[in-house]
């Protein structure tokens, strides 16, 4: 990919591929090269990669907590607020099995179920949960869990967004 300045100063990125042209002996007698103008992709995909960032700040600074899993059901979100409110950082809290690490144990199996359910596409609005905070302090917190799906619908985990 090259970025090409126009007469009118207008940059534009093209897709260029290129080989060498030979003679009947095998000699390089030139170059043909083909170019695809690909500068509305290009702008395209930065558009996506701004709305990324501004959905990645949007959920990390959100002023309620945000926390997902994945479909093996290990935290693969957690945002400032979640971290806030249960002292544990985004660091200690990622990869590791939300129920289990998280949440107590008389409310394991009922929450194993919402989250369960939700990685089959079902939502569930308005739960209890009562969170363990590293000091292990009980944190109640009123949740929603929405499934998560990749750009294919294929369910990838489970978005929880709650109040405190």
Known sequence: ELEFCTK???IRYLLVNATTRRDPDGNIVGVVGVAQD???AKEHDRAVAAMARELRQLVDTANAP???IDVNGNVN???DKTAEITGFSYEEAMSRPLVQTFIVPKLRGSVQEVMDNALLGVQTSNYELEF???SNEIRYLL???TTRRDANNKIV???TTSTN
Do not use: A, Y
């Open 157 to 159: 985990g489970v978005i």
């Open 143 to 145: 949740v929603n869990s």
């Open 8 to 10: 009118s100063n207008e």
């Open 132 to 134: 363990r905070t590293k």
């Open 38 to 40: 690909v500068t509305e």
């Open 77 to 79: 979100e957690w945002n």
């Open 66 to 68: 945000i926390f997902g």
